[in-house]
């Protein structure tokens, strides 16, 4: 069955450091999310992706946040400046319609920000 | 802001008994997913519910949207230990975002 993979699956970095996210969506999907999960607390979105371009985003994706599908396969998170309070499961997911219901998680990258 | 309350956060019961889990919004949704979600993994979807009124089975689970699409509820039959875990609901506005809850934990003891 297809599946959603992410790497790394655990990611330590300083705080002031940049770092990059990477998920693999279902290859037959063209919607994509990213989403974090601040350890104890709800799952919170953070941006949708279509069509190479971002159709939504949170308050929480500020400008150090970007995402990019650099080739037909990948999809990437990149946090310019880590703060410590970026600490979190970070999950990628994709779907296949324009709603964004019938979205597939990824398995997540816990980012540990020291 | 749109909040999904889940009820009971917590709730431990005994194997072969009948539990519900409720998830409520003043808000109204455009569908409703429930989700399950291990330790250190990504949420699992289980079902999708999109019409007021709607009941979805899978095996043992029964799912419902409420009429005015504001609450859903899950309802586990004959519980059994492999259904321990963390239960998330996540409603959608068509804004193309999920608002999730803080989830029921789970525990069925043998």
């Known amino acids: 069955e297809p599946e959603v993979t992410q790497t ?64 037909g396969s990948n999809f990437t998170l990149k946090i310019r400046s880590t703060k410590l309070e970026d600490s979190a499961m970070y999950f990628c997911a994709s779907g296949a319609q324009l709603s964004s219901y019938e979205q597939y998680f990824g398995p997540g990258t816990r980012l540990t920000v020291t | 802001t749109q909040l999904l309350e889940q009820s009971p956060q917590f709730l431990s019961i005994q194997e072969g008994e009948n539990l519900t889990v409720y998830c409520n919004s003043s808000s109204v949704f455009s569908s409703l997913q429930w989700y399950r979600q291990e330790p250190g993994e990504g949420p699992v979807l289980l079902v999708t519910v999109v019409t007021g009124g709607e009941v979805k089975k899978l095996k043992r689970l029964t799912f419902q949207f409420g009429d005015a699409r504001k609450d859903s509820s899950l309802h586990i039959t004959a519980a059994q230990p492999g259904d321990t875990g963390l239960y998330l609901c996540a409603g959608d506005q068509g804004a193309q975002k999920l608002v999730f809850g803080q989830g029921t934990r789970l525990t069925i003891n043998p």
């Open chain 1, 8 to 71: 790394p699956s655990h990611q330590v970095t300083q705080m002031g450091q940049e770092v990059i996210l990477r998920c693999v969506p279902i290859s037959n999907h063209l919607y994509f999310y990213w989403y974090r999960q601040i350890l104890g607390q709800k799952v919170e979105f953070l941006v949708s992706f279509y069509n190479n371009e971002i159709s939504e985003k949170s308050e929480i994706f500020d400008d150090q946040f970007s995402v990019e599908r650099p080739d």
